[in-house]
């Protein structure tokens, strides 16, 4: 089958990989436009571009998959089938109709639970146990169309977005070159619709996502953590505005008898802050401008007193 692959994100790698590793016919492959990036905001390749060069594959990088002259470029190239796997562009009815197999996208999420932009990271943020990834044929809604196949995974008490991201992007791959394996040439794969009374949204994560509250509980901040790992990251204040960053932590059984955000430190190097139903322990930190460091480096670098307040990040 002559595959036209869209993808942008490292999520999208490993599916492009399995199916070079697979040998199948890879007509082109679509990804977004380079973006500047880092400090000095230079222009860098997504990472689907990086593979695609390396296999010497066709690429191409349009602003808006939408424009005319690039569907004409598409019904030219003529695929079988188009896999999607984080691109990042709604697809038009135009381009989904292209491909006689039709249009198939690579979601991680168990749909019709989290559609959208975020699935991954507000799986954590809600505190999800399980996820999975879903192969759905495109229509032109914000992934709505009917589901091909779906598969499980435990989202486990230590997972971030960084290692749930990887495994379900393995995950997924796995699934996608089954299913291509058994398809016809001709014909999209059986499907069903969704229920779309069961739907949930998973918009784009913003700044202010990552802002903690101390009032909330400690597993709710916890799992905040988790969901924001790749990005924002979470932030709060520390003395006169000074933001830093929590990396890692970990909910604790125990009270602290003081107001939510207050520090406690114990046996030295261990960093507890107070939260309503329970203690949150810091392990890992990142202060503004600074590298990543342990608690306890935390403590004796900024000499931190038991008492002191971690507040919420102003509003800007």
């Not at 860098?44 to 998959?65: D, S």
């Not at 933001?243 to 955000?261: E, F, S, V, Y």
């Amino acid at each position: 089958m002559r595959i036209l692959f869209m993808g942008t994100s490292e999520f999208a790698v490993p599916a492009l990989k399995e199916l070079i590793t697979h040998n199948f016919e890879i007509i082109g492959v679509l990804t977004q436009p380079d973006r500047p990036s880092g400090r000095g905001k230079r222009l860098r390749p997504p990472p689907v571009k990086a593979v695609a060069a390396e296999h010497k594959l066709p690429i191409y990088q349009p602003e808006k998959v939408r424009e005319p002259a690039f569907v004409r470029i598409l019904e030219r190239l003529a695929p079988d089938v188009t896999i999607v796997a984080a691109f990042g562009q709604l697809l038009p009815q135009t381009v989904l109709d292209i491909p006689p197999c039709g249009t198939i996208n690579l979601h991680p999420s168990l749909l019709p639970k989290y559609r959208g932009a975020a699935p991954i990271q507000w799986a954590l943020i809600n505190g999800e146990t399980e996820t999975g990834v879903t192969l759905m044929l495109l229509d032109a809604g914000e992934d709505t169309g009917n589901i091909i196949s779906a598969a499980r995974i435990p989202i486990r008490d230590e997972d971030t977005a960084f290692t749930l991201t990887e495994q379900l992007a393995q995950l997924g791959s796995k699934q996608l070159v089954q299913l291509l394996s058994e398809m016809s040439e001709d014909v999209p794969p059986p499907s069903t619709p969704q229920n779309n009374a069961e739907a949930t949204h998973a918009p784009r994560l913003t700044k202010e996502i990552g802002n903690i509250d101390w009032h909330q509980s400690a597993i709710t901040i916890h799992n905040l953590v988790r969901g924001t790992a790749i990005w924002p990251g979470t932030s709060t204040c520390f003395r006169d505005n000074l933001r830093l960053k929590i990396i890692r932590c970990q909910p604790l059984p125990q009270t602290l008898d003081a107001p939510p955000g207050t520090l406690d430190i114990i046996e030295k190097r261990k960093l507890l802050v107070a939260t309503p139903d329970g203690a949150l322990q810091l392990l890992k930190i990142q202060p503004a401008t600074k590298k990543v460091m342990e608690a306890g480096d935390f403590i004796n670098g900024y000499q931190v007193q038991t008492g002191e307040q971690l507040l919420t990040v102003p509003p800007l």
